[in-house]
């Protein structure tokens, strides 16, 4: 239902700081200025929809993006529904299910620590794994350490 080009495009989330997301939209190619773009996402198999409490502006006042605050990962597919209206007339939907692990952004490692010793010229580093809210096991984590020479 609604008039073509009128749905949201290049649709992305990103989860930071373990438990906060972000999603982002382009307003459909024909919407007018009047147009309002509306959120909904809920993690798979729950009941409960959210709508977005923070939306990101463009100039002209329509929705582009939301925070949210307290996300849980889970390890499932979430499913986001962003539809609205415009001078009382439907928009077209645009609906996904997004694995919500693969849009993580992790942080660096936590407190490393480095200890070399110019009689044996070696190094000794050490570190915690990022924090995040769904890999429990240290060894899900691969490392690339780059060392510079200066």
Known sequence: ?????T????FA?????????????????????DTQYFLYWRPWKKEDVTE???????TCGRHTGCRFQNVMIENNNAYFLVNGSRSGQSIQSYEK???LYRIEKLTSPLNVTVNCTEASHSCSIWWQPPHTSHV????????????ENK
């Open 97 to 99: 299910k997004i694995l």
């Open 13 to 33: 989330c990103v989860i930071f700081n373990v438990s906060f997301m972000n999603c982002t939209w382009h307003v459909g190619r024909t919407a007018t200025e």
């Open 52 to 58: 977005c409490q923070n939306y990101i502006k463009d």
């Open 1 to 5: 239902a609604g008039m073509n080009g």
């Open 7 to 10: 749905a949201i495009e290049n």
């Open 136 to 147: 429990k096991k240290r060894s899900c984590f691969k490392y690339e350490i780059v060392i």
